[in-house]
Structures are given as C-alpha cells and as structure tokens.
C-alpha cells in the first residue's frame, strides 16, 4: 500500500526550515518552531524526514550550500574580471542589513556549533565550505596565469587565507556594526589580491 503524497514542495519548506535553524540554532529550534513555519504537520514532516530534526538539517546545508555555491558560479563566471568579482564579493560583506550580520554564515555556524556533536552535519558543512576554498584558488590560479594578479603566493593557500577571511568576517561582523569599520578591515586582507 503507498503512502500519501507529498503535498507540499520540499525544496520550499526545507528553506523554510533554514531560516528557522539559522536564526534559533539548530539545538534551540524545537519541533513546533520548525513545524509553524514548514507549514506542515507531524505526520507529514515523519513521513519526508525519517531521521527527524537530523535529517532535516542535514538537507538544509546541502541545499542551502548548493544554492550558494551555484549562485557564487554563476555571477563569478559571468564577471569579466573575476579578482575584481572576488573583492566586490567580500567588500558587499560589509553592507548586508544588521540582521543577517547578526546571523554569520550558515555554514559556517554549523561547523562550529556541531563540531563535537554530529560529525556528519560537520563533515557536510565543512565540505561545502571547502568548495568556495577550491573556487577561490582556482580563480587565482587562472588569475596569475594570465597576468590579471602580480602575487605569485600559493594560490592553494591564497584560496585558504580568503576562506578564512570569510569566516572572520563573518565572525567580526557580529560584534561591529559599523559597515565603515568592516570594509576598511576587509580591504585590508584583500591587498594580499594585487
């Protein structure tokens, strides 16, 4: 005998589920918070999600790290200059609404928060954050190939180092609010990009 169909798009409400996980955690987001905002019932959400919270937050990092990762590729392959692309993308970092500085990065909220306590989620987290470390490495490689960057850094550690910067932004933007103060501090670490 089949089951119900699913009446409800599970992309929609597995989005819906990460804005509830980002901003409550994933420890403090309870059943009810995450239920009221799907949009879904228990019996529906058992049915979709047979590892429970777990498993619904496992398929929120991979989708939303897919999105943004397909995002990032997509505007950096259409950029004609793609150093450039890489500064504006760290530079906008500085400008977001307070609420999403507030936030930090999904994924990056993840490791941390998850690291001693589900391997799997911290794998999947790391994973797609070690993506945009490839892209940001690869993007520099092909930049010193063709002569768009003087630094003849590693560009594998280069990658790394704005990584890293990523993750400190994102960490420091929690305490400063001023944009001023965050984007003399992001153009900072970008001359190592010239």
Known sequence: MAGRPK?????????????????????AASADDLLQAMGIGKGSFYLSFKGGKQELYEKSLKQFGEKFYTLFQEKLSESADKIAFLKRF??????????????????????????NKDEKAKETAAKLLTNLQKVFAQTIHEAQENGALNTTENPEILGWYLSNLWNGINVTRRME?????????IELNLKILE
Not at 8 to 27: G, H, M, R
Not at 177 to 185: A, G, I, Q
């Open 90 to 115: 760290f530079l906008s970092m500085a400008d977001v609404p307070s609420m999403d500085k507030r936030r930090g990065c999904y994924l990056g909220n993840a490791l941390v928060q998850l690291s």
């Open 177 to 185: 609010k001023s944009p001023e103060v965050l984007r003399n501090l």
């Open 7 to 27: 009446i409800f798009n599970e992309e929609q409400v597995i989005d819906k589920a990460t804005e509830v996980f980002w901003d409550k955690c994933y420890d």
